[in-house]
């Protein structure tokens, strides 16, 4: 049995549906399974097939909607499957990033080596200091203006994520998203709010759906990259139910390139003549992030 078809098993198993029963609701739900039989459905779940890429996604998807990836065993059933990625996406981020990645030569640690933490555990500015000076060398001239206070204050909000990972003090990456509502995550793509003016009006809580905005991504190599990735990637699972979209607004050419990893879509671009630079906003449902291509390819 394959590990989709063993996820496609078991999640119809659960919920009592002969293969028929579950035929005919997602046939409901996508157009795509009107010509799907128990015969196909057989062999999909046991592994003598495979479905395509969009399938699954579409699968995934519906079980989104019907709200099961809340509960368990379906939770499990999928959150383990993540942890999985380390290694793959490693290798991805070789070849797909610039300046979010420095390029260090591999640390020669275990996964489980590392500290990590978040901001809301640091209150040393110096430590804040460190992570603005090195988004300030990422972007274009005078383009990132976050004082150290300022990131402090934003993702001390309850719905803000900071991931950051250090080794015998030593800065290896950090991972920032900040919760906004989807009508400030709207105005931030087109271009019609800046960053700069974000305040804690715009956030969310934990508990009400929003959008979460990519701040920041950094890490010294793609090892550190993979780390942050996966464990951002669980955050979102975990919070499913809670997110509406990944939104990343970006002046660089790696930014476009990790929009796609995520399976993040271009919604507008255009220049910036004052600071010289092209941007792009970006913006996706999370489940397509979580179900993007890469990520199926990879575990499902």
């Keep these: 049995m394959s590990v989709f078809g063993d996820i496609l098993y078991r999640f119809r198993h659960e919920q009592g549906q002969t293969q028929q029963q579950f035929i005919t609701e997602i046939s409901l739900y996508a157009q795509e399974f009107m010509a799907l039989n128990t015969v196909t459905l057989s062999r999909w779940e046991n592994g003598t097939t495979e479905t395509s890429l969009y399938r699954k996604r579409l699968i995934l998807k519906f079980f989104h909607t019907k709200g099961l990836l809340n ?3 379906y939770r499990s059933l999928i959150r383990d499957r993540y942890k999985v990625l380390y290694l793959p996406l490693s290798k991805i981020f070789e ?26 555990q640091s209150q040393d500015l110096a430590h804040l200091q460190h992570i603005i000076d090195i988004e300030v060398a990422s972007h274009a001239a005078l383009y990132y203006k976050n004082s150290p206070k300022r990131l402090q204050e934003l993702t001390a909000d309850e719905g803000s994520y900071s991931l950051i990972i250090e080794k015998s003090r030593q800065h290896l990456g950090h991972f920032i998203m900040y919760k906004i509502t989807h009508d400030t995550s709207d105005k931030i793509i087109h271009y019609q709010l800046k960053e700069d003016d ?6 969310c809580s934990p508990e009400e759906v929003g959008d979460y905005y ?20 669980l955050h ?9 979209d990944i939104v990343i607004f970006s002046s660089r050419k790696d930014g476009v390139r990790l929009a ?17 630079i092209s941007w792009h906003g970006m913006r996706s449902p999370v489940e397509d992030i979580l179900f993007s291509d890469t990520v199926l390819k990879l575990v499902f």
Aim: glycine letters at 4%.
């Design 260 to 276: 796609k990893a995520y399976g993040i879509e271009v919604v507008e671009s255009g220049e910036d003549l004052h600071y010289g």
């Design 236 to 244: 979102l699972f975990d919070h499913i139910s809670a997110i509406k």
């Design 95 to 120: 070849h797909n990033y610039e300046t979010l990645i420095h390029n260090l030569p591999k640390l020669r640690v275990n996964l489980d080596a590392y500290d990590k933490s978040s901001l809301l």
């Design 214 to 233: 990519i701040h920041a991504l950094y890490a010294v190599n793609p090892l550190i990259a993979s780390i942050l990735n996966v464990d951002t990637y």
């Design 71 to 73: 509960f368990e065993p």
């Design 198 to 203: 974000l305040a804690l009006e715009h956030f």
